[in-house]
């Protein structure tokens, strides 16, 4: 699918579309729509998850799946407020990403829900609790 | 009764330290369990500190072994949050390189695996005829490894005309040895004894736990960023993608032998075809807020990159994805099932971009015993 092909797939169940080119677009939802999105994708033989990227922007933190279409790359976004920082897993539909998902959670602290391995993956296992190296508090912190 | 073998975190084979846990049943592996974060260096987080131009010499010391494709990634990401295109023969030059990088990783990757299952003499034929496109690297760039070839908006070094009876005739005796091995992969008994229906990745697996690179082709999974979402020059090169069907350390092999023959095409055609003019457009590093991803494919499958820019001379977040750690969800499915002699084989063809051990202790779970063995103890029990 190309970009258009995939906009107009998910457009009812996202926010906004970014088209950057034919191969490329950035989208965003919302973490109650999020599963729909993945159903659509999933029904449409969309296999691959290139990564998840986890940007904390101040007040929210947004994780951005980044789905390989073929040849369209689609970057989903998902802001999630830092006072509420859960989203459920996907690996139900994507177990390639779990990996990402346990990155995501110990690099940001997002709280992934349902996540079958939730362990630490590239920090030690005694990394203080409540410790986030991606995170801008952690940035000023360690100056 | 189930063992516990843990693998890592040392091991001089390799290039940087991770740790495996296998469970055993006897010789059976029946569960595998990775500890990564052993070579974590911080370097999300230290792109994110330092400007565009510092940030192409730290992607760059992210691999060694594929710090070209790191930095024409790295590159190419800015240059489209730039809103810049380089020149034409910029691109060339970048993909000649890149090709030339896939060439040495892949003939590296055939010379440790020839190590693993003992056959020496074809180690170091390898890395003899490695040595042939190390030489081309370094008349090309300056740097036999790291090339520090790119640059935002280009590349730093032409390939002068002077340059090119040398890299032609350089990539014909490369021609002729990657065909007697692949000739040899498909006949020699002790290469068949070892790496037929070893470590099998199915096509369903493949696909289920994104695999990428030559570990999917291997697995008949038809997927190159070279070929699906084409970069740089790539639109107008043609190639062919190999794939292979069997998903065993053998078809993996095969992939990247095969590979390395459509690479010398790919870099013969840049040559012919590589137009003139600058190398290089200048670029104002204060980059407006944007975002961009940037995939390309590195020896080992697709190499991700995420920028995120907020106007100053620094970016706001690089993520970056590299194509072994994008491999390692499918990892379980080809070891288990299989026998712990089988682990350095298997491991090697993921081709990781890590470290592995110099030693295994083996944990007797009921009396808490250990017992370390050597690397070349656990390779020997093969025999």
Known sequence: MDSHEVAALIKKHVNDIRIVNDRCLFATSDKQRCGDVLLTLKGRGVTHISTITGVDRGDVVEVIYHFDCRPAQLNLKIPLPKDDLRILTITDFFPGAILYERDLMEMLGVKVEGHPDPRKLFLPDDWPEGEYPLRKEWREKSK | ?383
């Open chain 2, 1 to 383: 009764m189930t063992f516990v073998v843990p693998i890592g975190p040392q091991h001089p084979a390799l290039k940087e330290p991770e740790f495996f846990r296998f469970e055993v049943k006897g010789e059976e592996i029946v569960d595998v369990d990775i500890h990564l974060g052993y070579a974590h260096r911080g370097i999300e987080e230290a792109l994110s500190r330092r400007n565009y131009k510092h940030n192409i010499y730290l992607s760059e010391r992210i691999c060694g072994i594929c710090n070209v494709v790191h930095t024409t990634t790295y590159c190419q990401a800015v240059e489209q949050l730039a809103g810049v295109e380089p020149p034409e023969r910029a691109k060339y030059i970048r993909a000649i390189i890149m090709e030339l990088e896939r060439i040495h990783s892949h003939l590296l990757w055939l010379g440790i695996a020839a190590h693993q299952i003992g056959f020496n003499t074809l180690f170091m034929l390898a890395w003899r005829d490695r040595e042939y496109v190390m030489d081309l690297r370094e008349m090309i760039s300056g740097g036999r490894v790291h090339s520090a070839t790119n640059t935002i908006g280009g590349v730093r070094r032409d390939v002068k005309t002077e340059h090119v009876p040398t890299i032609l005739h350089g990539l014909e005796k490369l021609e002729q040895s990657t065909k007697y091995y692949i000739n040899l992969f498909g006949s020699d008994r002790t290469i068949l004894a070892r790496c037929t229906n070893l470590g099998v990745l199915s096509k369903k697996d493949a696909i289920k736990f994104c695999a990428v690179g030559p570990l999917a082709r291997a697995s008949d999974v038809k997927t190159d960023i070279r070929r699906d979402d084409p970069y740089g020059a790539y639109d107008a090169l043609s190639f062919n993608v190999v794939i292979e069907r069997e998903g065993d350390v053998w078809a993996k092999g095969m992939v990247r032998l095969r590979e390395i023959l459509e690479s010398i095409r790919i870099v013969r055609q840049a040559l012919k075809e590589m137009p003139g003019g600058p190398i290089r457009t200048r670029v104002s590093l204060q980059i407006p807020p944007n975002e961009t991803v940037e995939r390309t494919e590195a020896p080992r499958g697709e190499l991700f990159y995420y920028i995120r820019s907020n106007g100053t001379d620094t970016p706001e977040r690089v993520r970056v994805r590299t194509p072994t750690y994008g491999n390692f969800a499918s990892m379980k499915s080809m070891f288990v099932g299989g026998t712990v002699a089988e682990i350095p084989i298997v491991m090697w063809s993921i081709d990781p971009c890590f470290g592995c051990n110099d030693r295994v202790t083996l944990v007797d779970s009921r009396t808490d015993k250990t017992r370390v063995v050597s690397f070349d103890e656990l390779r020997r029990w093969r025999k």
